[in-house]
C-alpha cells in the first residue's frame, strides 16, 4: 500500500491542531466560558473529520494522527504553563 510522506506530515500537524483545539475546549469549559468552549469544540470536530475521512485509506496515516495528538496536547500545555509564568 503506496503512502506520502507529504500527507502523513499534513495528517501530524492537523491533529496537533486538533489536540490543541481539545485542550483549549477543555480549558474554557472549566473557566465556564461557553462562547470560547463552544467555538473549539466545533473546531475539534471540523477537524477530526477531515483527518479521518483522509487517514481511513491508509493504516500508515494513523500512525501520523498518533504523533500528532500527542505533539499537540503537549505543546499546548507547555504553552498555556509558559503564559501563566
Do not use: H, P
Amino acid at each position: 500500500m503506496e503512502y506520502s510522506i507529504a500527507k502523513f506530515l499534513l495528517i501530524i500537524l492537523i491533529m496537533a491542531f486538533a489536540n490543541m483545539c481539545a485542550a483549549l475546549y477543555f480549558s474554557n469549559v472549566d473557566r465556564k466560558k461557553a462562547g470560547a468552549a463552544a467555538f473549539w469544540s466545533a473546531m475539534l470536530v471540523l477537524i477530526n473529520a477531515f483527518t479521518i475521512i483522509n487517514y481511513v485509506e491508509n493504516n500508515i496515516y494513523i500512525a501520523a494522527a498518533v504523533i500528532g495528538t500527542y505533539l499537540g496536547t503537549f505543546g499546548t500545555i507547555k504553552w498555556q504553563k509558559a503564559r501563566t509564568l
